[in-house]
């Protein structure tokens, strides 16, 4: 069902005795809110003319002109990185990281507030090499106005989709295989603590 | 932990609940010695006497808070006054699969020698339903409502701080001027004057009790080698013999008089909710810090001192009940609830250090009782909320949580003085009340559903084919959603009605036969009024009928206006006739019907405005029917009548008893819980509906009832606590009276149905309780399982 902007104040509403004792507030995500820029701008600048706290989920890959106009009115960006390496993430992604990097210096030479989401999908992405290499990017961020890198949430791919697809009749192609082990991701989060990078494992603390 | 109490937590933990016939051995011989003309409450009087002077006494190894209400751990006497159990019931009892009792030959024997031939006939139970009209039984049979004074006292008897300051010489000295206060020209003098005798005896007799154990712990500290435990049981001795006598003086002798108390109580009578102390932490706070001063207590020693307190509540199991009691209410906790932080009756805030400790022993003892809740108010600390949060997010379902300043204004509404309110707070499961100064009577489970079912079938009750209820029209006759209303309406007076009459009928019955001296001393005013408890002595006198399936009734009326009367697009998806065929059918055959009422409807919990006000349109009509609409419904006590909206686990026999339900429920099947929405109906995440919550009302009831089930991972971290403590706040601001969280996965659940001997530890929220997970019988099990298990907060 699509909402209007005054939907979204009147959601948000609902909820305020909630983030005043919580400090929260909206998220968008997606699929890519970017790709609504001009929704997600509209509705951001109005949440903050109501004195909501706003946030939002992307992967990055959008024009730089439609992070700049969402950015004005974002209090967080919740930003994903995939690959380091272009060539990789052209092949599991489908397209370059080259506008996604150039978005998320943007942001920091802004000073935005960002949190950086790393997916962690073994057989996938969770070489050493991709760790270290994205752990090295984060560091050399060097966000406006702050003395460390931004934070990261490692985010261990889950398989909790597994049972609506097959009550959908469709095939779910991820093996067992693609779900973490523990002791591998404490080793990915001790490798980006070694860059002076705050680092969680899981998104939802 | 210390080993001492590691010790003494595994034997309670191991201990079978027993049944022992000694109380009633000594009741019933008291009882048959005395002359007919003996007066009510000096025979009570004489009853509470001889068990103090007569039963068995125990202390433990390792105890040195001691006292037991039978001869030993998890033993419970029975009280054959009020239910004589047949052999037959002890034979069950023993036999049954889920809460059963050890009772063994001896104890069958003595019941059918001695027990039963005296008292079959003469129960309160007995003379109840010998002398109950058809109508009312119909009602019952039916399922329409239970009755909480046919096998046990009315109960909610929690006490405010007058025991730390009072000994029983100085209420006896209130005693002796209260009698001789009374005037020549008052008609009940002579009454009176038989109460306060009694009050005096019941002084007398605790105090006896308590030297028989400090007798016991000085001959047991003769015979004991170990010089440490000598010490201690010198200082139970010297404790035993200064408390209940005479008031506290240090934080043990504040504990044991406590627990003395508590003990008179529940062996005096067997209460709902036995008997809780109500703001323990503020109680003991003074004598703690003394103590701690005057260097004569550590932190680590009153944390054990608590421990074993703890340890003896959870000693005493429930008396055994029977039939129908038992099944809206089948469990061994016997629903003492302690309340913590909260307000000082000068409103500043109530927490201490022994708040904290109180809530590490919770956590580290994981018994089924005491259960313990927080009082939530606006000066509450952060600190002190996530505290308690993060103990309740580790999934016992303890503590739950309360918003005090709703619990306070509630019932400054009521008529209390604004210190009294705040004194109060809750027992039982979710029940506001004024500790030490109010007899808040519980009397029965309503079912609302079984009422709408009576409404769609003229009065009859299409499971049994009886008439049950009033004529209220046939469905062909109704035509608007108004008329569904009305009938259901018309349904609920007539109900209450008959609910009402004969409650006043066992009020006047336990008034006359089976007053309470011992309780009255604990309870203001009742010595300087020379009238007991059960006599409305109380400065506040409250009657509550428990309103069950507020969820069920709103989706089923949302149903029935949405689908059937065209409310919200104008037409009608099917006919009242089509809906009725559907329900008899138990919704077979009827798959888009059902579809359309479960998935087309506005339903509460949801944060929608359509069906939260059709919510709180059944809420205001519960309440204004029990209240009474024209006048004031009063008790026999003179008490007003309200509404209370907890279920405890009556919705599942409820359930059992209610056909097919317009809102897609199976026959059967449990109704929705409390205040809670139905299972399966709120889908729109936690806040949603705790905002379809805060549409009610609440502080018009005696409380209401809101279950959210999470997931380990929800709570997880260290911000875990801080989000729930937030989430307490953002409800309790609308208003909101209650919420407790049960924090376990489906997935373990489901393997402790399969393997219960791996998962006996497994505490989780009921209703307004928490048990052990495997004691639960499978219904119960499926149900918390099928509750709404919110992913993230």
Same mark, same amino acid.
């Given at each position: 069902m699509p909402l209007d902007v005054d939907d979204v104040i009147r959601i948000a509403e609902s909820d305020d005795m909630f983030f005043d004792s919580s400090d929260g507030g909206i998220t968008f995500t997606g699929g890519e809110p970017l790709a609504q820029s001009a929704f997600v701008e509209s509705a951001t600048r109005a949440l903050h003319e109501h004195g909501f706290r706003t946030a939002v989920d992307t992967s990055g890959y959008a024009p730089m002109e439609s992070m700049l106009r969402v950015a004005a009115h974002t209090d967080l960006f919740l930003y994903d990185l995939k690959y380091i390496s272009d060539d990789i993430h052209r092949e599991i992604c489908g397209v370059s990281n080259t506008t996604i990097h150039a978005n998320i210096h943007t942001l920091a030479s802004l000073g935005a507030d960002v949190i950086i989401s790393v997916p962690y999908i073994p057989g996938y992405n969770d070489s050493d090499d991709n760790m270290t290499a994205t752990a090295g990017f984060v560091a050399a961020l060097k966000p406006a106005g702050r003395s460390r890198p931004y934070p990261v949430r490692i985010l261990p791919y889950h398989d909790a989709a597994r049972a609506k697809y097959e009550r959908r009749g469709q095939v779910y192609r991820c093996a067992d295989a693609c779900i973490p082990q523990t002791d591998r991701l404490e080793h990915t989060a001790a490798l980006f603590r070694t860059y002076d990078i705050d680092t969680t494992i899981g998104g939802l603390s | 932990m210390t080993s001492g109490i590691a010790r003494l937590r595994s034997q309670s933990f191991e201990a079978k609940p027993r049944v022992s016939a000694e109380r009633a051995l000594i009741v019933t011989e008291v009882y048959q010695k005395s002359p007919a003309s003996t007066p009510a409450p000096i025979l009570r009087a004489m009853a509470f006497q001889a068990l103090c002077e007569r039963k068995t006494i125990y202390?433990?190894?390792?105890?040195?808070?001691?006292?037991? %209400?039978?001869?030993?751990?998890?033993?419970?006497?029975?009280?054959?006054?009020?239910?004589?159990?047949?052999?037959?019931?002890?034979?069950?009892?023993?036999? +049954?699969?889920?809460?059963?009792?050890?009772?063994?030959?001896?104890?069958?024997?003595?019941?059918?020698?001695?027990?039963?031939?005296?008292? @079959?006939? %003469?129960?309160? +139970?007995?003379?109840?339903?010998a002398a109950m009209p058809a109508a009312w039984l119909a009602l019952y049979e039916a399922g329409v409502f239970t009755e909480f004074m046919e096998q046990r006292a009315a109960g909610h008897t929690a006490l405010d701080g007058k025991l730390y300051r009072k000994g029983l010489r100085a209420i006896q000295a209130d005693i002796a001027l209260a009698r001789k206060s009374l005037q020549a020209s008052d008609a009940r003098r002579e009454a009176k004057e038989h109460e306060l005798d009694a009050m005096r005896i019941a002084c007398d007799s605790a105090i006896t009790f308590a030297r028989r154990h400090a007798e016991m712990a000085e001959s047991m500290a003769a015979r004991e080698s170990n010089p440490d435990r000598v010490r201690e049981l010198q200082l139970i001795a010297e404790t035993c013999r200064r408390v209940p006598a005479e008031a506290p003086r240090t934080f043990q002798e504040a504990l044991q008089a406590y627990w003395f108390v508590h003990l008179g109580t529940i062996t005096e009578l067997n209460g709902w909710d036995s008997m809780s102390p109500g703001h323990l932490d503020q109680h003991l706070a003074p004598f703690y810090e003394r103590d701690i001063r005057d260097g004569r207590l550590t932190r680590d020693k009153a944390k054990e001192l608590m421990s074993m307190f703890w340890i003896q509540v959870n000693n005493t199991p429930a008396p055994?009940?029977?039939?129908? /009691?038992?099944?809206?209410?089948?469990?061994?906790?016997?629903?003492?609830?302690?309340?913590?932080?909260?307000?000082?009756?000068?409103? +500043?805030?109530?927490?201490?250090?022994?708040?904290?400790?109180?809530?590490?022993?919770?956590?580290?003892? %994981?018994?089924?009782?005491?259960?313990?809740?927080?009082?939530?108010?606006?000066?509450?600390?952060? @600190?002190?909320?996530?505290?308690? $949060?993060?103990?309740? %997010?580790?999934?016992?379902?303890?503590?739950?949580?309360?918003?005090?300043?709703?619990?306070? &204004?509630?019932?400054?509404?009521?008529?209390?003085?604004?210190?009294? =309110?705040?004194?109060?707070?809750?027992? #039982?499961?979710?029940?506001? #009340?004024?500790?030490?100064?109010? =007899?808040?009577?519980?009397?029965?489970?309503?079912?609302?559903?079984?009422?709408?079912?009576?409404?769609?079938?003229?009065?009859?009750?299409?499971? /049994?084919?009886? +008439?049950?209820?009033p004529s209220t029209g046939l469905v062909g006759t109704f035509t608007s959603f108004e008329d569904v209303f009305a009938a259901w309406k018309a349904q609920l007076?007539?109900?209450?009605?008959?609910?009402?009459?004969?409650?006043?009928?066992?009020?006047?019955?336990?008034?006359?036969?089976?007053? =309470?001296?011992?309780?009255?001393?604990?309870?203001?005013?009742?010595?300087?009024? #020379?009238?007991?408890?059960? @006599?409305?002595?109380? @400065?506040?006198?409250?009657?509550?009928?428990?309103?069950?399936?507020?969820?069920?009734?709103?989706?089923?009326?949302?149903?029935?206006?949405?689908?059937?009367?065209?409310?919200?697009?104008?037409?009608?998806?099917? $006919?009242?006739?089509?809906?009725?065929?559907?329900? $008899?059918?138990?919704?077979?055959?009827?798959?888009? &019907?059902?579809?359309?009422?479960?998935?087309? /409807?506005?339903?509460?919990?949801?944060?929608?405005?359509?069906?939260?006000?059709?919510?709180?349109?059944?809420?205001?009509?519960?309440?204004?029917?029990?209240?009474?609409?024209?006048?004031?419904? &009063? $008790?026999?006590?003179? =008490?007003?009548?309200?509404?209370?909206?907890?279920?405890?686990?009556?919705?599942?026999?409820?359930?059992?008893?209610?056909?097919a339900t317009p809102d897609g429920r199976l026959a059967g099947s449990p109704l929705s819980d409390g205040t809670s929405p139905s299972q399966g109906s709120d889908t729109h995440g936690p806040t949603a509906v705790m905002n379809s919550l805060g549409r009610l009302d609440q502080a018009r009831t005696g409380g209401t009832l809101l279950n959210q089930r999470f997931t380990p991972a929800a709570l997880a971290g260290d911000s875990g606590p801080r989000k729930l403590g937030a989430l307490i706040r953002g409800y309790f601001k609308q208003g909101g009276h209650h919420v407790q969280f049960n924090v376990v996965d489906a997935a373990t659940l489901e393997a402790a149905k399969k393997k219960p001997e791996d998962y006996r530890n497994l505490l989780v929220r009921v209703a307004g309780y928490s048990d052990y997970f495997v004691d639960l019988d499978e219904k119960h099990q499926n149900e918390i399982i099928s509750r709404t298990a919110n992913e993230a907060v």
């Open positions: - | 202390i433990g190894d390792d105890e040195c808070i001691v006292g037991a %209400r039978a001869s030993g751990p998890k033993i419970t006497p029975t009280y054959p006054e009020l239910t004589c159990h047949s052999v037959e019931d002890l034979q069950i009892l023993r036999s +049954r699969p889920m809460t059963s009792y050890d009772v063994d030959d001896a104890t069958i024997e003595t019941y059918r020698t001695t027990i039963i031939p005296y008292w @079959r006939g %003469r129960s309160i +139970r007995d003379r109840a339903f055994p009940k029977v039939g129908v /009691t038992a099944a809206e209410s089948g469990t061994y906790n016997d629903f003492t609830n302690i309340n913590l932080g909260g307000l000082t009756p000068d409103g +500043r805030d109530g927490s201490s250090e022994v708040t904290l400790i109180i809530l590490e022993v919770l956590d580290e003892l %994981r018994l089924l009782q005491p259960q313990a809740n927080l009082q939530v108010a606006s000066c509450t600390p952060d @600190r002190i909320l996530e505290a308690a $949060s993060a103990v309740a %997010r580790n999934g016992m379902g303890y503590p739950s949580f309360f918003n005090a300043d709703e619990v306070t &204004l509630a019932q400054v509404v009521a008529g209390k003085r604004l210190k009294d =309110a705040r004194e109060g707070g809750t027992s #039982g499961c979710i029940e506001t #009340g004024c500790f030490g100064k109010e =007899a808040y009577i519980l009397h029965g489970y309503l079912n609302g559903p079984k009422l709408l079912e009576l409404a769609l079938n003229d009065g009859i009750d299409p499971l /049994t084919g009886t +008439r049950v209820g007076s007539y109900a209450v009605d008959w609910k009402v009459k004969i409650d006043g009928y066992l009020d006047e019955l336990y008034g006359t036969t089976t007053p =309470a001296p011992f309780l009255s001393l604990y309870i203001d005013d009742c010595v300087a009024r #020379g009238l007991d408890y059960y @006599r409305g002595g109380a @400065r506040y006198n409250t009657d509550y009928i428990q309103c069950v399936g507020l969820g069920t009734v709103t989706d089923s009326f949302s149903v029935l206006a949405t689908q059937v009367f065209g409310s919200g697009n104008g037409t009608s998806a099917m $006919s009242l006739a089509e809906l009725r065929g559907a329900l $008899s059918d138990n919704w077979r055959g009827h798959d888009l &019907l059902k579809a359309l009422a479960r998935n087309r /409807t506005p339903l509460f919990g949801n944060d929608d405005v359509t069906a939260d006000a059709l919510a709180k349109r059944v809420f205001d009509t519960f309440i204004t029917v029990i209240e009474g609409e024209d006048a004031p419904r &009063l $008790s026999g006590r003179g =008490a007003p009548y309200r509404a209370n909206f907890l279920s405890t686990t009556c919705h599942v026999y409820f359930g059992t008893k209610t056909g």
